[in-house]
């Protein structure tokens, strides 16, 4: 499946984690290790205990740090600086796919469970921030996380963002759910999209780059 099948687009939203760049940088790798050993301190569970816990607060609350609110007395901002504060070294920017995006006709928005440090970070390493209108991030959200249909309306009003003229690239697919039901194109990427078979899921990709038909 390839950019063409989308038809036209006025926004494209992408998200950003293992989207904007492969999984193999390990960058989320390295944030969910920090995450389980702050898990490992609130709640003195093993670190499999700690893990599986953290995975089941992702499961039920879009993200970890949602759980943890829920559930225990945390300082989100101190767990989001301490959970961040990860090695880039893996990432590098590919000019081919930055040329892509660039190429893109309308406007282009990051919209992630990121907090806005973190978002730009990465897009900083990527060489991508000048590619992006604006970044809606987790702040902006009021710290209630993607896959919630409320932080989908929310940032679709900040953007003055029309559904049906939208395309929205995700890695995880229960953020793409709420995505189809208002209207957007979903595309799934990563490399297991191929084997998602959920109807709200449009398009399927091993990559952003390999959708967008870069070399």
Partial sequence: MSLSAVGHADIWLFDLDNTLYPPEAEVMALVEGKMTAFVMRQTNLSRDEAYQLQKSYLYEHGTTLAGLMAHHQIDPYAFLNEVHDVSL???????????????LEGRKLVFTNGDEHHAYRILDKLGMTHLFEDVFHLGHADLIPKPNLATFHRMMQKHA??????VFFEDSPK???????????TVLVGPHAADNVDEFVHHRSPSLKIFLHTD
């Fill in 89 to 103: 070294d893996g990432l590098l920017p590919d000019e081919a796919l930055n040329t892509a995006i660039a190429g």
């Fill in 161 to 166: 963002v029309v559904a049906e003229q939208s």
């Fill in 175 to 185: 953020n793409l759910k709420p995505a189809a039901e208002l209207g957007m194109t």
